[in-house]
């Protein structure tokens, strides 16, 4: 079956430590997105790439990197820089052509105590 | 630069009643349109979307929406809800030109009242 996926599912971290999130999509999409979900704000973009090596800061991308050495690979660290990292995690990809909806993980939830 | 007002937060609707949420956009260029529903702890399944044709645009499980130009507008519709209808649901938008950078409103959450 061809899908997004995240892992891990849940994820707990103390402060002050670096933690990198999966993304892995075999859709053969373009282009991979990077949200974080908190109650009551929606989706906020952090990072999003349209092609290998090549990445795009989104809204709130202070405290988070990212790489995109392949295409079906789109990792995000959240850095110690992050004020308040703890929070809902989503990864999408799409086609950068065509149907234009993007297609989304299951997501991370990750708690930094 | 693009924005998407979802102008209720939440929505409880009685089991078998019509419900409508509602979708406002702006934006200096072309966009297409669409909703998406998220239940609890799971990622986003998209609902439907408008890219062009005709306005009005049928989804999944039984959802339908209708794009107005001149309102600026993209409301989700079901002439009746079911408990399983229960999630959040999200409008969101993406330029049809340049970095297509996607926009999304701060969700509806629809609770269906047995």
């Known amino acids: 079956d061809g899908g997004i996926t995240q892992s891990p599912k849940y994820l707990f971290r103390k402060e002050g430590q670096n933690v990198t999130l999966s993304c892995e999509q075999n859709l053969n999409h373009d282009a991979m997105y990077w949200y974080r979900q908190d109650p009551g704000q929606g989706l906020r973009l952090i990072y999003y790439s349209q092609i290998v090596n090549d990445f795009q800061k989104g809204d709130i991308a202070e405290g988070y990197s990212v790489s995109r050495e392949k295409k079906e690979s789109f990792p995000l660290t959240v850095t110690s820089a992050q004020k308040n990292p703890t929070a809902f995690y989503l990864c999408?990809?799409?086609?950068?052509?065509?149907?234009?909806?993007?297609?989304f993980g299951p997501g991370t939830r990750l708690t930094v105590t | 630069a693009q924005s998407v007002t979802q102008l209720d937060s939440q929505v409880p609707v009685f089991e078998e009643a019509p419900v409508e949420l509602r979708c406002n956009y702006s934006s200096s260029v072309s966009v297409y349109l669409f909703w998406y529903v998220q239940y609890p702890n799971q990622g986003l399944q998209l609902l439907l979307k408008?890219?062009?044709?005709?306005?009005l645009v049928k989804g999944i499980n039984g959802f339908e929406a209708e794009f107005n130009k001149s309102q600026t507008s993209f409301h989700l519709r079901k002439p009746s809800v079911h408990i399983s209808d229960t999630a959040e649901y999200f409008c969101?938008?993406?330029?049809?030109?340049?970095?297509?950078?996607?926009?999304f409103g701060i969700g509806t959450k629809l609770q269906v009242i047995p």
């Open positions: 408008y890219l062009s044709g005709s306005t």
């Open positions: 969101a938008v993406i330029s049809s030109g340049g970095y297509q950078k996607v926009t």
């Open positions: 999408a990809s799409r086609e950068t052509s065509g149907t234009y909806e993007q297609y």
